[in-house]
Structure formats: C-alpha cells, structure tokens
C-alpha cells in the first residue's frame, strides 16, 4: 500500500510538469511523505484541513460562503495558501461581493470573488518547494505569482511569507501570513480604484459567448449545430477592438480618464452624435458613440510600439495605430511621451502593463477620432449613376484606369517617412526611381444629349464639425501613353444633407461669405474666371448658366481640388447605414463645340473623395489650402507629379 499510493502521488507530479528537485531530497522530505505503512501522513481533503484549524475559521467561512468548497474537497490535486491573518470584517467583505456578482447574474468562475480572492490563493496541482525554489507559478485565476521557498516546509508567495506545509489526498496546504493580495490587470484596476466611469462603460460590453472548442456538439439539427455540453466565456466586444486587455501575458498602457475628464469629454463629444428624428434608438446611440470616443486611442500595446519604432525609444503607438497611415504618418503616435501625453500622469503597475491616471484630458481628438475620411472614388459601392426610364444607366464608368508616374527620390540616411506608405523607414542615402499607381474611375456622357450626373455619398460624418471637403482628379488624357493629348474636365459639385427634422435631402450651398446659398446649391470655386489663365490649372468657366463659377480638372496631372471649407452638417451617420451627406458632381464639359476644338473633355476622371474634420473653423479655413499642415502627405505627393510632369 505504501508503495503504491507514493508511485500514485509522484507520478500525479510529474504528469503536470511540477519540479522536482530530486537532488534536494533528503530524510526529512521523506518524512513528509510518510514512507512507512499507511501511505501519506494524512489522508484528508484540502477543505477538511482548513476547517480543523481554528486559526483558518475566517478563510473557512468564506470559501463555504462563495461556493468554494467543493473545489477544495474534490480529487483535483491543488496547492492552497490559506491566510492565517485573515479577520472577520475580511470575509464579510469577499462574501458581500460574491451575493453582488450572483445577483448580476454573473457566472461563477467570472464572480469577482472567485477571482480576486478565491482563485487568488489557489493554484493547479501538487506545489511542493524545497531550498532551491524560486519560480513563476500560475494561480487559478491564471495570475503569474513568483514561488520561493526557505526549505520543504517554509516560503514566500509573492512576498507573504508561509511557515508551514501540510500533505492531503487532494494536494498540499501551505498556512500564510495573510491574505494574497491581488494584483489587477489593466480592466480589473478600473474596477477597483475609482475610475468608475470608464469602468463601466467598459462593463455594458460584457457577454457570454460560446466556446466552441470547449463545448461538446451532439449534432445537427435543422441546419444548426447542438451541443451536448455547451461552454460559455465571458468576452467583451469593446475591449477586443483594442487589443487582448484582458488576457495576463499581454502588456499594454492604458491612459484612464477620471470621472471628472469623462463627464468633461463626454459633454463635449456628444454635440458630434447628433441624428435625425428617424434614426431608431438615437439617444442610445450617441450615448454609446460618444463614450467610445473617449476611449478610444487609451490603450497602447508596448511590444507593438516598439516593433513599429525600432530606433524610437521616445515615442508611444496606441492599438488604433494603421500598419500604412500614408496620408497621416503620426496620427496615433506620440512622441516623447514622458514629456508629452504621460507628464504629470500618476502612473500604476498592473499584472499586464501600466495604468496612467489622466485627470487633464490627455488624449486630443485629432489624433484618434477625428479621422480623416478617404473615399475610393473607383468603388462602385461609392457612386450612383442616373438611369432612364427602362432602368438603363445614362453614363459610361469605367473603374478599371491607372495612371503610372515615375520619379527620383533621394532619402537622408536617417529615420525617413515613405512617401508612399507613411511608415517611418531607415535606410541609407540612395538614388531611387519610384512608381507610384493611381487608379481612377473615369465618367462620361453615353449620348451627347444626356445630363452628366454622378452622386457620392459620404460615409460616417460627424455632426457639428467642421469638414474640409476635397475632390482627387486624375488628368484627362488621349491614352496611358500620350499626356500631350490630355484634355481638362470641367465640372460643378451639388452638396445635400439630411434635414434632421423633416429627414428629406436638401440643398446646402455656399454664398460668398461661407453661408447657405438659397439660390443655388453649387458650391464655388474660390479662384475668378481669367481668360489668360491656363486650362491645366484651376479655371472657371465663363457663360455657364445657373452658375457663375466651376471647378476644371489639371489636364496633365493629378490635382487636389478644395470642394468646401469649414462646412457643418446638422447631423450625424456615424454607426448607421444610410448616409446623410451627398455629393453631386454635374455638368461635365463644355458644349459640344468646345469639345471638338480639343479645349475641355466632357470625361471627368476622380481618384478619391476627401474629408478632413476639425474642432473649429479657424482650423478648419486655416488649413483649407493646405493638407500638408496637419501631417498629410497628398499635397506633397501632388507637388512631385507636377514636376514629374514638366520633365
């Protein structure tokens, strides 16, 4: 008997990997183990040593209470650190979270309790220790506690010191000083430091769902799959857009917002979730987007920042940060952060990374929300043609043209931005020759007598913010190969909003001070008709009816056209399906005459659609001429084709 139930115990050890320092061994560990008839010293449960020790009465009442018991009485072989320090007012506590966490319905395994204190003193499989232990070892609640040990009976657990080791026929119970503290991980500190804000906003996104790989399927019925045994987890949608924050062996930054900075940024998102009357739910809607806009950006994933920043050390990229920002190479990067965005910050170490305490409101929309809309212009899913009344388009598209320009760049030898894909790049001083494609969708009148007429709308705009709106335009031109016979396009643009209260589409213009323009919903091009000006660049079309103004394409090179500065819509499409911004672009070309002589095509060929929000109108007018000043790469890139062209 003897024999068996030590080749039992051992072999219980070995088949979960626990070590065994077999070099160690000596009389007295022997001893422990009782090497004589009768097996193991003794042969109660874990549960049955903690209730005989009336040192262990508060930890024993607790683990009763929250429905541990069972667990410690089972023949799972465990390792218990149970705190003889523990008091009366201790276990009250833990016990008033659990009845809190059950009646929220919450599983048990997922119950704060169970985590944070249940969990948290206990650890799969038999742990013994000798001299020669210093370990990370893994609690039931999957923390990385560091096992050290004095000799076979005495240790520390993550610094609170045991002085006794006991055998069961479940495992081994070591007596501790106190009560394991629990150290949170990024989610759990919000929960229990007062930041109750974020912390619950976080929790509105919590859900079961079910772990397939878990569960056992007990076939098929009506086309779905059943389950004999179904396993559920506890996921959270919104944390999953940011990274793992949840999991212990991930290590993340987070800039948590006090109470005071989310009530103070949320009155001042919520004016950019505004919607129509007929919008279902809006209320609850703008509630939600509003505090992820928040929270949106916090979060920073500390080994992605230093795989995208290899020789930054001073620079931190939240989990927003786009593996190809071409057209805004720092947005969701920061540098020199101790100086910046973390200064003044309270900072706090948590199981998988750091906290940092912002109660200044660290985080600047421009950086995270307020994004910068690129509309493929090419993008059937993007445009709307007319139709006749046999339902047949009036206009010919073609989505499937690009344009190839050439042209030498010669780098610094030091961190450089890649024109072409925004990612900070290394290299040495070299003479390249780059390519860049542009692919443009060209529109044409399919009889000479139909109205030319293409209508975009604008995807997930905010309300109360003032939008710069670009237009792209490829070069008109005779073939891929010949720019010489490139022709400039003439053409108006129409803008419709949603009216919030009536939910029709309505004209909004601008007369010459920026306002509505109740005669006329074209907007104007800001540059007069010059007869000597040359048609590659901007031009205004003289003698045009219904307006006096239009926008003309460059005819031998792309062009970044400004459509509309400062403009404001009433409300928003940001998280619904249908748009409430379109764009109209009319009347392509001249008359047929002036087609014939070569002057203008009646082609009017668009690369991509451009919105660019601000927070104000003197940014937005301040910038109207001039992407460049807020980190965007286009007008640099335009800049290069036109002295590509004059080569």
Known sequence: MKTNKYTKFMAAVLLTGAPMLWSACTDDWNEHYDIVPGGMAEETSLLEKIKADPNLASFYKTIVAIGGAETLDSPQQLTVWAPLGMTSEQADSVIAIYQEDAK????????????????????????????????????LNKKHMRLVGKNTTTGSLDGNTFKSMELCNNGILYK???????????????????????????????????????????GVIDGQTVYLDSVTILSNDLLSRYGYIQREDSDYIFIAPTNEIWKQEFDKYKQYYQYAASVNQADSLSNVLTQQSIIRGRFFNMSKTTRHNQHMTDSLTNTMYGEHQIHNPRKNVYYNPEEGILAGLQKYECSNGYIYVDNKGAIDPRSTFFDRTDLQAESSFNYEVPVDNKNVTTMNTNGGNH???????????????????????????IKTKVEREYRYVAFSSKTASNHTE??????????????????????????????????????????KVLDGNTSKMVNYGNDANGNPDSKSGFMMNPVKYDENSPITGYSDIKGQSNFDRAYATKATTMDTILISKAKVFSVSSMGIDKGVVTLQFKSFGPAATKVKEKVYTRTLRLDEIILVPFETKEEAEAAAFDLDAFNDKLLERNKKDDESSKE
């Open 104 to 139: 929220a319905d919450l599983k048990w395994k997922d119950n704060r309790a169970i985590k944070q204190f249940f969990q948290n003193h206990v650890a799969l499989y038999s742990r013994p220790i000798s001299s020669l232990t210093d370990t990370t070892i893994n609690m």
């Open 176 to 218: 501790a000083e106190n009560v394991q503290t629990f150290f949170p991980n990024i989610r759990e500190y919000t929960e229990l430091n007062g930041l109750d804000s974020v912390a619950s906003f976080i929790k509105f996104f919590d859900e079961y769902t079910l772990d397939e790989l878990s569960s056992v399927e007990g």
């Open 403 to 429: 344009i190839v320009y050439k042209y030498e760049e010669l780098p610094d030898s030091a961190w450089t931005v890649d024109t072409q894909t925004g990612d900070s790049v290394w290299g040495p001083k």
């Open 454 to 495: 293409v209508t975009y709308t604008l995807p997930s705009t905010l309300s109360n913010v003032y939008y710069n709106i670009y237009a792209v335009t490829a070069p008109g031109r005779g073939s891929d190969t010949n720019i010489k016979d490139s022709l400039s396009c003439y053409f108006t643009v129409e803008c």
